[in-house]
C-alpha cells in the first residue's frame, strides 16, 4: 500500500514545457513515474520530452485518463490551474509552486472544497512513494522503500529524514511534503491520517516548523485516535526571532503556542517521540520500531 501516489497513478505535469517542469518532469520519468503528458496552455499537439502537450487539463484527462497532476505553473496563474485541474477530475493535485498570491489561494482552497480532489501544497517539494512514483521535485536515490511514514513541512528536511532512516537499514511508504505557505491544501493532521491509516507504514516522522497549530492539530489527534502507530516528531525554527517571517511565508510566530518550544511541549504531551535536532530522526526511528 502506499498513500496519494503509486505505479498506478497516471501523472500530468501543468506548465510541462517551461524550465522547471520539464526539468523536473525529466527527472520524475527517468524515476520510472508513469508520466502520461502534460500541459502547456497554446501548444496542445505537440510532443515533449516524448510526450503528448495539450491545451487544458480536460483535454489531458480525456486523452490519457489521468488522476494526479503535479504544477509548475508561474505564482500568477498557479491558483487557476489548481482549479482547472479540480474541475477537469483530477484526484491528486500537487502543487510544487512557490509565492502564489494568498488572496489567490483564499478562492484556489475555497473553491475546490466541493470537488473530489485532494490538493498537496503550495510551496512544496511533492509526494514519493519509494520505487513506484516521484510526484515532485525530491532527490529520488534518497529515498529507500519500507515501513515508514514522513510528513513535513520542509522540503530539505523531509530529503533529511529519508536519508537517515534509510541508513538505519530502514525505509520509506510514502513521503508528504505538505509546503510551508499560509494556505495549504492537506494538513500534517490529515497527512498524518492518510498515513495512520495505511496497513504497511509502521512509524510516522512529523516534521513541522515554527508558526500556526497545524502540528498541535495533529498532535491531539493522534492521542484521540489512540496512537495507534509511533509518532517521531521534530520542529524546526527554535533559534527563530520572534514575529519575524522565515523562508516559509507560514513560519511566523503568532502567539505562545506557535514557538518550537511550545509545540515541541504538545508534542510530548500527546505521546509523540520529539527529538531536539534532524541529525537525531533516524536514530529515534529505529529505537521505537524496535521498541
Not at 525554527?237 to 503568532?254: D, F, Y
Request: with cysteine; charged share 20%; proline share 4%.
Amino acid at each position: 500500500m502506499s498513500v496519494l501516489v503509486n505505479k498506478n497513478s497516471k501523472i500530468i505535469v501543468q506548465g510541462f514545457t517551461g524550465s522547471e517542469g520539464t526539468f523536473h518532469a525529466e527527472q520524475m520519468i527517468e524515476y520510472g513515474t508513469n508520466v502520461v503528458g502534460g500541459v502547456t496552455p497554446g501548444k496542445g499537439g505537440q510532443k515533449h520530452l516524448n510526450q503528448p502537450v495539450f491545451n487544458t487539463v480536460s483535454d489531458a484527462v480525456e486523452k490519457t485518463g489521468a488522476d494526479v497532476s503535479i504544477i509548475f505553473v508561474p505564482p500568477a496563474f498557479a491558483a487557476d490551474a489548481i482549479m482547472e485541474a479540480a474541475d477537469a477530475g483530477i484526484k491528486v493535485i500537487i502543487t510544487i509552486t512557490e509565492g502564489i498570491p494568498v488572496a489567490d489561494m483564499v478562492k484556489a482552497y475555497d473553491y475546490i472544497q466541493d470537488k473530489d480532489c485532494r490538493l498537496v501544497g503550495p510551496n512544496c517539494p511533492g509526494v514519493i512513494t519509494p520505487g513506484e512514483a516521484k510526484v515532485g521535485i525530491m532527490p529520488g536515490f534518497v529515498f529507500k522503500k519500507g515501513k515508514v511514514g514522513i510528513v513535513s513541512k520542509s522540503g530539505t528536511l523531509t530529503y533529511e529524514a529519508a536519508d537517515q532512516v534509510v541508513k538505519q537499514g530502514l525505509g520509506i511508504t510514502t513521503a508528504i511534503g505538505i509546503g510551508g505557505d499560509p494556505i495549504i491544501g492537506t494538513t500534517t493532521k490529515e497527512a498524518v491520517e492518510l498515513l495512520m491509516n495505511d496497513d504497511e507504514t509502521e512509524c510516522i516522522v512529523m516534521i513541522g516548523e515554527i508558526g500556526g497549530q497545524l502540528e498541535a492539530d495533529a498532535a491531539k489527534w493522534i492521542k484521540e485516535n489512540g496512537n495507534k502507530k509511533p509518532v517521531v516528531g521534530f520542529i524546526a525554527g527554535e533559534t527563530a526571532p520572534a514575529g519575524r517571517t522565515m523562508g516559509h511565508a507560514g513560519a511566523i510566530v503568532g502567539g505562545s503556542e506557535d514557538t518550537a518550544q511550545a509545540k515541541k511541549a504538545i508534542l510530548k504531551e500527546n505521546g509523540i517521540h520529539v527529538v531536539d535536532s534532524p541529525a537525531e530522526i533516524g536514530k529515534k526511528v529505529a529505537e521505537v520500531m524496535k521498541g
